[in-house]
Nanobody, 122 residues
Framework: QLRLVESGGGRVHPGGSLRLSCSTSGSPLDSLGVAWFRQAPGEVREGVSCISTTGTFTRYADFVQDRFTISRDNAKNTVYLQMNMLKPEDTAIYYC???????????????WGLGTQVTVSS
């Protein structure tokens, strides 16, 4: 099983930015699609963005509205989620997930990290 570790979460003011990272140790990520999901308290987990194995293809949830950018550096076994213009409604635990998939359905990804908290508040 792949071990994924998220980092980069924190607390920011509305309009601020954060860059999340999803890294692995041991097994490489370059043969796997990776996605970011998030879950706010009392809400269902929802897909945020995904990226194909080489980074050629990306997809975003409608609520992202050009504020987030997903990217990957396979040499570093890391996938990033740059989040700009953050809003209070972006507050959630953000998870990365990996699998032989491309899309925003959680059931398509067998390997998950433990998440990193993002809080947007004034």
């Amino acid at each position: 099983q792949l071990r994924l570790v998220e980092s980069g979460g924190g607390r920011v003011h509305p309009g601020g930015s954060l860059r999340l990272s999803c890294s692995t140790s041991g097994s490489p990520l370059d043969s796997l699609g990776v996605a970011w999901f998030r879950q706010a308290p009392g809400e269902v987990r929802e897909g945020v963005s995904c990226i194909s194995t080489t980074g050629t293809f990306t997809r975003y949830a409608d609520f992202v509205q050009d504020r987030f950018t997903i990217s990957r550096d396979n040499a570093k076994n890391t996938v990033y989620l740059q989040m700009n213009m953050l809003k209070p409604e972006d507050t959630a635990i953000y998870y990365c997930a990996a699998g032989r998939s491309f899309g925003l359905q959680a059931r398509d990804y067998p390997d998950w990290g433990l998440g990193t908290q993002v809080t947007v508040s004034s």
